[in-house]
């Protein structure tokens, strides 16, 4: 019995050092909702996964009257949400949302490029909706560095 713990110990130790080792989690991105989605909140975690990013979003609503299921298209823009650009990358394979237990609703893309080039430039994420509810951009968020996600 003795070695089963001690052994379990040991994993949970290894592990734990894993996590405190690494580089770079990711970043958290604030999602400001726009005026077509006032009274709203989000956020967006990039990782880094190999030579790609992961976003996972989570926002608190959509505008009233949106069709269900709720579609969602986004995308990552060239420059600032004060100062936008062209779009560089758009993340739309999916547009489908998961409602959450609590009041919100979360979806993940992945964009082709790597995290640090994102951090690097001048980029911002945009959150759609679909063409079906007005094409409205409903979210923004500047992509900066900041604090490492742990």
Known sequence: MK????????????SLFGCTTSSNHG???TLVATRQN????GTVTL?????????????????????????????INNGSCEQP????YA???TVNTERQPVRG????RTAPVPLQTLLD????????????????????????ATEPVK
């Open 121 to 144: 430039g001048k980029y911002s994420v945009v959150v759609r909706t679909a063409s079906t509810d007005g094409n409205a951009d409903i979210f923004c968020g500047d992509i900066k």
């Open 38 to 41: 006032a009274g709203q909140i």
């Open 47 to 75: 990782t880094d996964w190999d030579k790609k990013t992961g976003l996972s979003f989570f926002i608190s609503g959509a505008p009233t009257g949106v069709t269900l299921p709720l579609r969602l298209y986004s995308f």
């Open 85 to 88: 650009g062209s779009v560089a």
């Open 27 to 29: 970043v958290n991105v």
């Open 105 to 108: 609703w979360s979806f993940t």
């Open 91 to 93: 993340m739309n394979d």
């Open 3 to 14: 070695l089963r713990t001690s052994l379990a110990a040991l994993m949970v130790a290894a």
